[in-house]
């Protein structure tokens, strides 16, 4: 045993220098894991036997190890609603899409364009739900590519990991505002059948044609930044004016790394600048083709 570990750690000492940073980091957390409760060694190995098996850290425990994200600046917060120029039937198709899920989307939450005419229940369930719809495109995305790159031996030249982060971040707003609303029994019945839809019907789209979903995510994006751009709007004028002054969930704090005594208002700001950055991306991404390299990389923090 104490010879597979010595040639183990030799190993490890000779190729250190071919690792990249976030290597390390992964051993470190991963050791400290182990002592802080989070998981059990080999049962081989354990001091106590009869220590429960993965025991279940606390809720402080977990929010201290939130996904990678980049802090946004204040002039990054200051978002502008763009609109992409349909030029090709694709892009049409996509465009009327989306103002189709618009439209049937705003009927079922009785969302109105104008100020002070929603309330904070409508606000979270269309947000909740919004969040739960919104993080399947990366996943869809980054799973068909990942299955693609397999089966057909070849490099994916780097588009899995910018769509599986676009979909950890949309499921990280979704986690965020459920600290603000529990969904009632209809909600969750709502969301399991709309995902189910959803997904089926936009992973059989993007075994045709990547590209039109792309410009659909990116059409989908422009309705999300327009929407929480009116939340913003409504946090000053509406009924939702004390989210201005109500302290950000700690989730938020830790995943967007805010600054002290951020508020409500804050964290909708930063997911504002979120859906932005996708929208640019997946425009961008409809306009390569499917074997083209990736433009975008993602940001590693040391």
């Keep these: 045993m104490s010879s597979t570990v010595s040639r183990t750690l030799r190993l490890l000492q000779r190729n250190c220098h071919h690792q990249p940073p976030w290597y390390f980091q992964k051993r470190h957390r991963t050791a400290d894991a182990l002592k802080a409760?989070?998981?059990?060694?080999?049962?081989?190995?354990?001091s106590d036997k009869n220590a429960a098996l993965w025991p279940r850290p606390n809720s402080n425990q977990q929010r201290q190890?939130?996904?990678?994200?980049?802090?946004?600046?204040?002039?990054?917060?200051?978002?502008?609603?763009?609109?992409?120029?349909?030029?090709?039937?694709?892009?049409?198709?996509?465009?009327?899409?989306?103002?189709?899920?618009?439209?049937?989307?705003?009927?079922?939450?009785?969302?109105?364009?104008?100020?002070?005419?929603?309330?904070?229940?409508?606000?979270?369930?269309?947000?909740?739900?919004?969040?739960?719809?919104?993080?399947?495109?990366?996943?869809?995305?980054?799973?068909?590519?990942?299955?693609?790159?397999?089966?057909?031996?070849?490099?994916?030249?780097?588009?899995i990991n910018t769509m599986l982060e676009e979909a950890e971040n949309e499921r990280m707003h979704l986690m965020t505002f459920l600290t603000l609303k529990q969904p009632t029994p209809l909600l969750r019945?709502?969301?399991?059948?709309?995902?189910?839809?959803?997904f089926a019907l936009y992973f059989i789209a993007y075994m045709?044609?990547?590209?039109?979903?792309?410009?659909?995510?990116?059409?989908?994006?422009?309705?999300?930044?327009?929407?929480?751009?009116?939340c913003l709007k409504d946090i000053k004028v509406g009924e939702i004016r004390h989210w201005s002054h109500t302290p950000a969930p700690l989730i938020a704090k830790s995943y967007w790394r805010l600054k002290e005594g951020a508020t409500v208002e804050?964290?909708?700001?930063?997911?504002?600048?979120?859906?932005?950055?996708h929208r640019t991306v997946n425009h961008t991404l409809a306009k390569l083709k499917p074997d083209d390299p990736n433009p975008f990389k993602v940001q590693q923090t040391k």
């Design 37 to 46: 409760g989070y998981a059990t060694p080999h049962p081989k190995i354990r």
């Design 208 to 230: 045709v044609s990547p590209r039109t979903c792309h410009r659909f995510v990116g059409y989908l994006e422009e309705e999300a930044v327009h929407t929480y751009t009116n």
């Design 266 to 277: 804050d964290v909708v700001a930063a997911v504002r600048a979120d859906e932005a950055e």
């Design 65 to 159: 190890n939130p996904p990678m994200h980049s802090v946004y600046s204040d002039e990054e917060l200051r978002v502008e609603e763009t609109h992409e120029p349909r030029k090709e039937w694709a892009d049409a198709v996509a465009f009327a899409a989306v103002r189709t899920l618009r439209f049937g989307f705003d009927t079922a939450t009785g969302y109105s364009d104008g100020l002070n005419r929603m309330s904070e229940r409508q606000w979270l369930n269309r947000i909740v739900f919004l969040e739960t719809i919104a993080g399947v495109p990366g996943m869809v995305a980054g799973m068909t590519r990942h299955m693609l790159s397999m089966r057909t031996l070849k490099k994916d030249e780097g588009w």
């Design 189 to 198: 019945f709502f969301v399991l059948s709309g995902q189910a839809v959803f």
